[in-house]
């Protein structure tokens, strides 16, 4: 069993590529995506999993990168908010992001994106009670609670996934 200042190298598909990294096996996966693989994307601000600005995919499942160890991504895919454009093509998401002015300062919108993107991957045509249900842990500081939700609204017919 591993100490937690023990180190290990793992092998991780992130945004389609695959990278080794070497991680302590205490280490979160924010920081690796962030510090080791410089996708400063994801952002940190509760560190509990509380407000969902961290949420990034794992195997297309939205979690919370923030208390993620990184090891546990080993051999499996993770997709973060840079991995959404393609090329300079925006994602249908984040075209309606813009287009429904669904940001303020902005910090939280990489969570709301790829916490969007798990539902309309798993729901193609959600109802709003499902939309906010699955959006219960994703907290926008600036409230920019209903241009978010028609964004994602706006972005229904179009996603790619
Ligand atoms: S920073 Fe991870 S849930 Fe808030
Ligand atoms: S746009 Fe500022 S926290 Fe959501």
Same mark, same amino acid.
Request: net charge negative; hydrophobic share 35%.
């Given at each position: 069993?591993? +100490? #937690? ?5 793992? *092998?991780?598909? %992130?945004?389609? /590529?695959?990278?080794? $990294?070497?991680?302590a096996s ?33 195997? +297309? #499942? ?5 208390? *993620?160890?990184? %090891?546990?991504? /080993?051999?499996?895919? $993770? ?14 998401l984040q ?37 906010h249900r ?28």
């Amino acid at each position: 069993m591993l +100490g #937690k200042d023990d180190r290990i190298e793992i *092998t991780v598909t %992130v945004n389609g /590529e695959s990278q080794v $990294v070497d991680v302590a096996s205490s280490d979160l996966l924010i920081d690796v995506l962030r510090e080791q693989l410089h996708l400063t994307g994801t952002k940190r601000s509760c560190d509990l999993q509380i407000c969902g600005t961290c949420t990034v995919l794992v195997d +297309g #499942k939205a979690v919370s990168s923030c208390t *993620t160890l990184a %090891v546990e991504t /080993e051999n499996r895919e $993770v997709r973060t908010v840079e991995g959404l454009a393609d090329g300079e093509t925006l994602h249908p998401l984040q075209q309606a992001f813009i287009d429904e002015f669904a940001s303020q300062c902005g910090f939280c919108t990489p969570g709301f994106l790829m916490t969007a993107f798990a539902l309309l991957d798993e729901v193609s045509r959600p109802t709003p009670e499902e939309v906010h249900r699955y959006l219960e842990g994703n907290v926008c500081r600036c409230g920019s609670y209903t241009n978010i939700l028609n964004a994602i609204e706006r972005a229904q017919p179009t996603t790619e996934r």
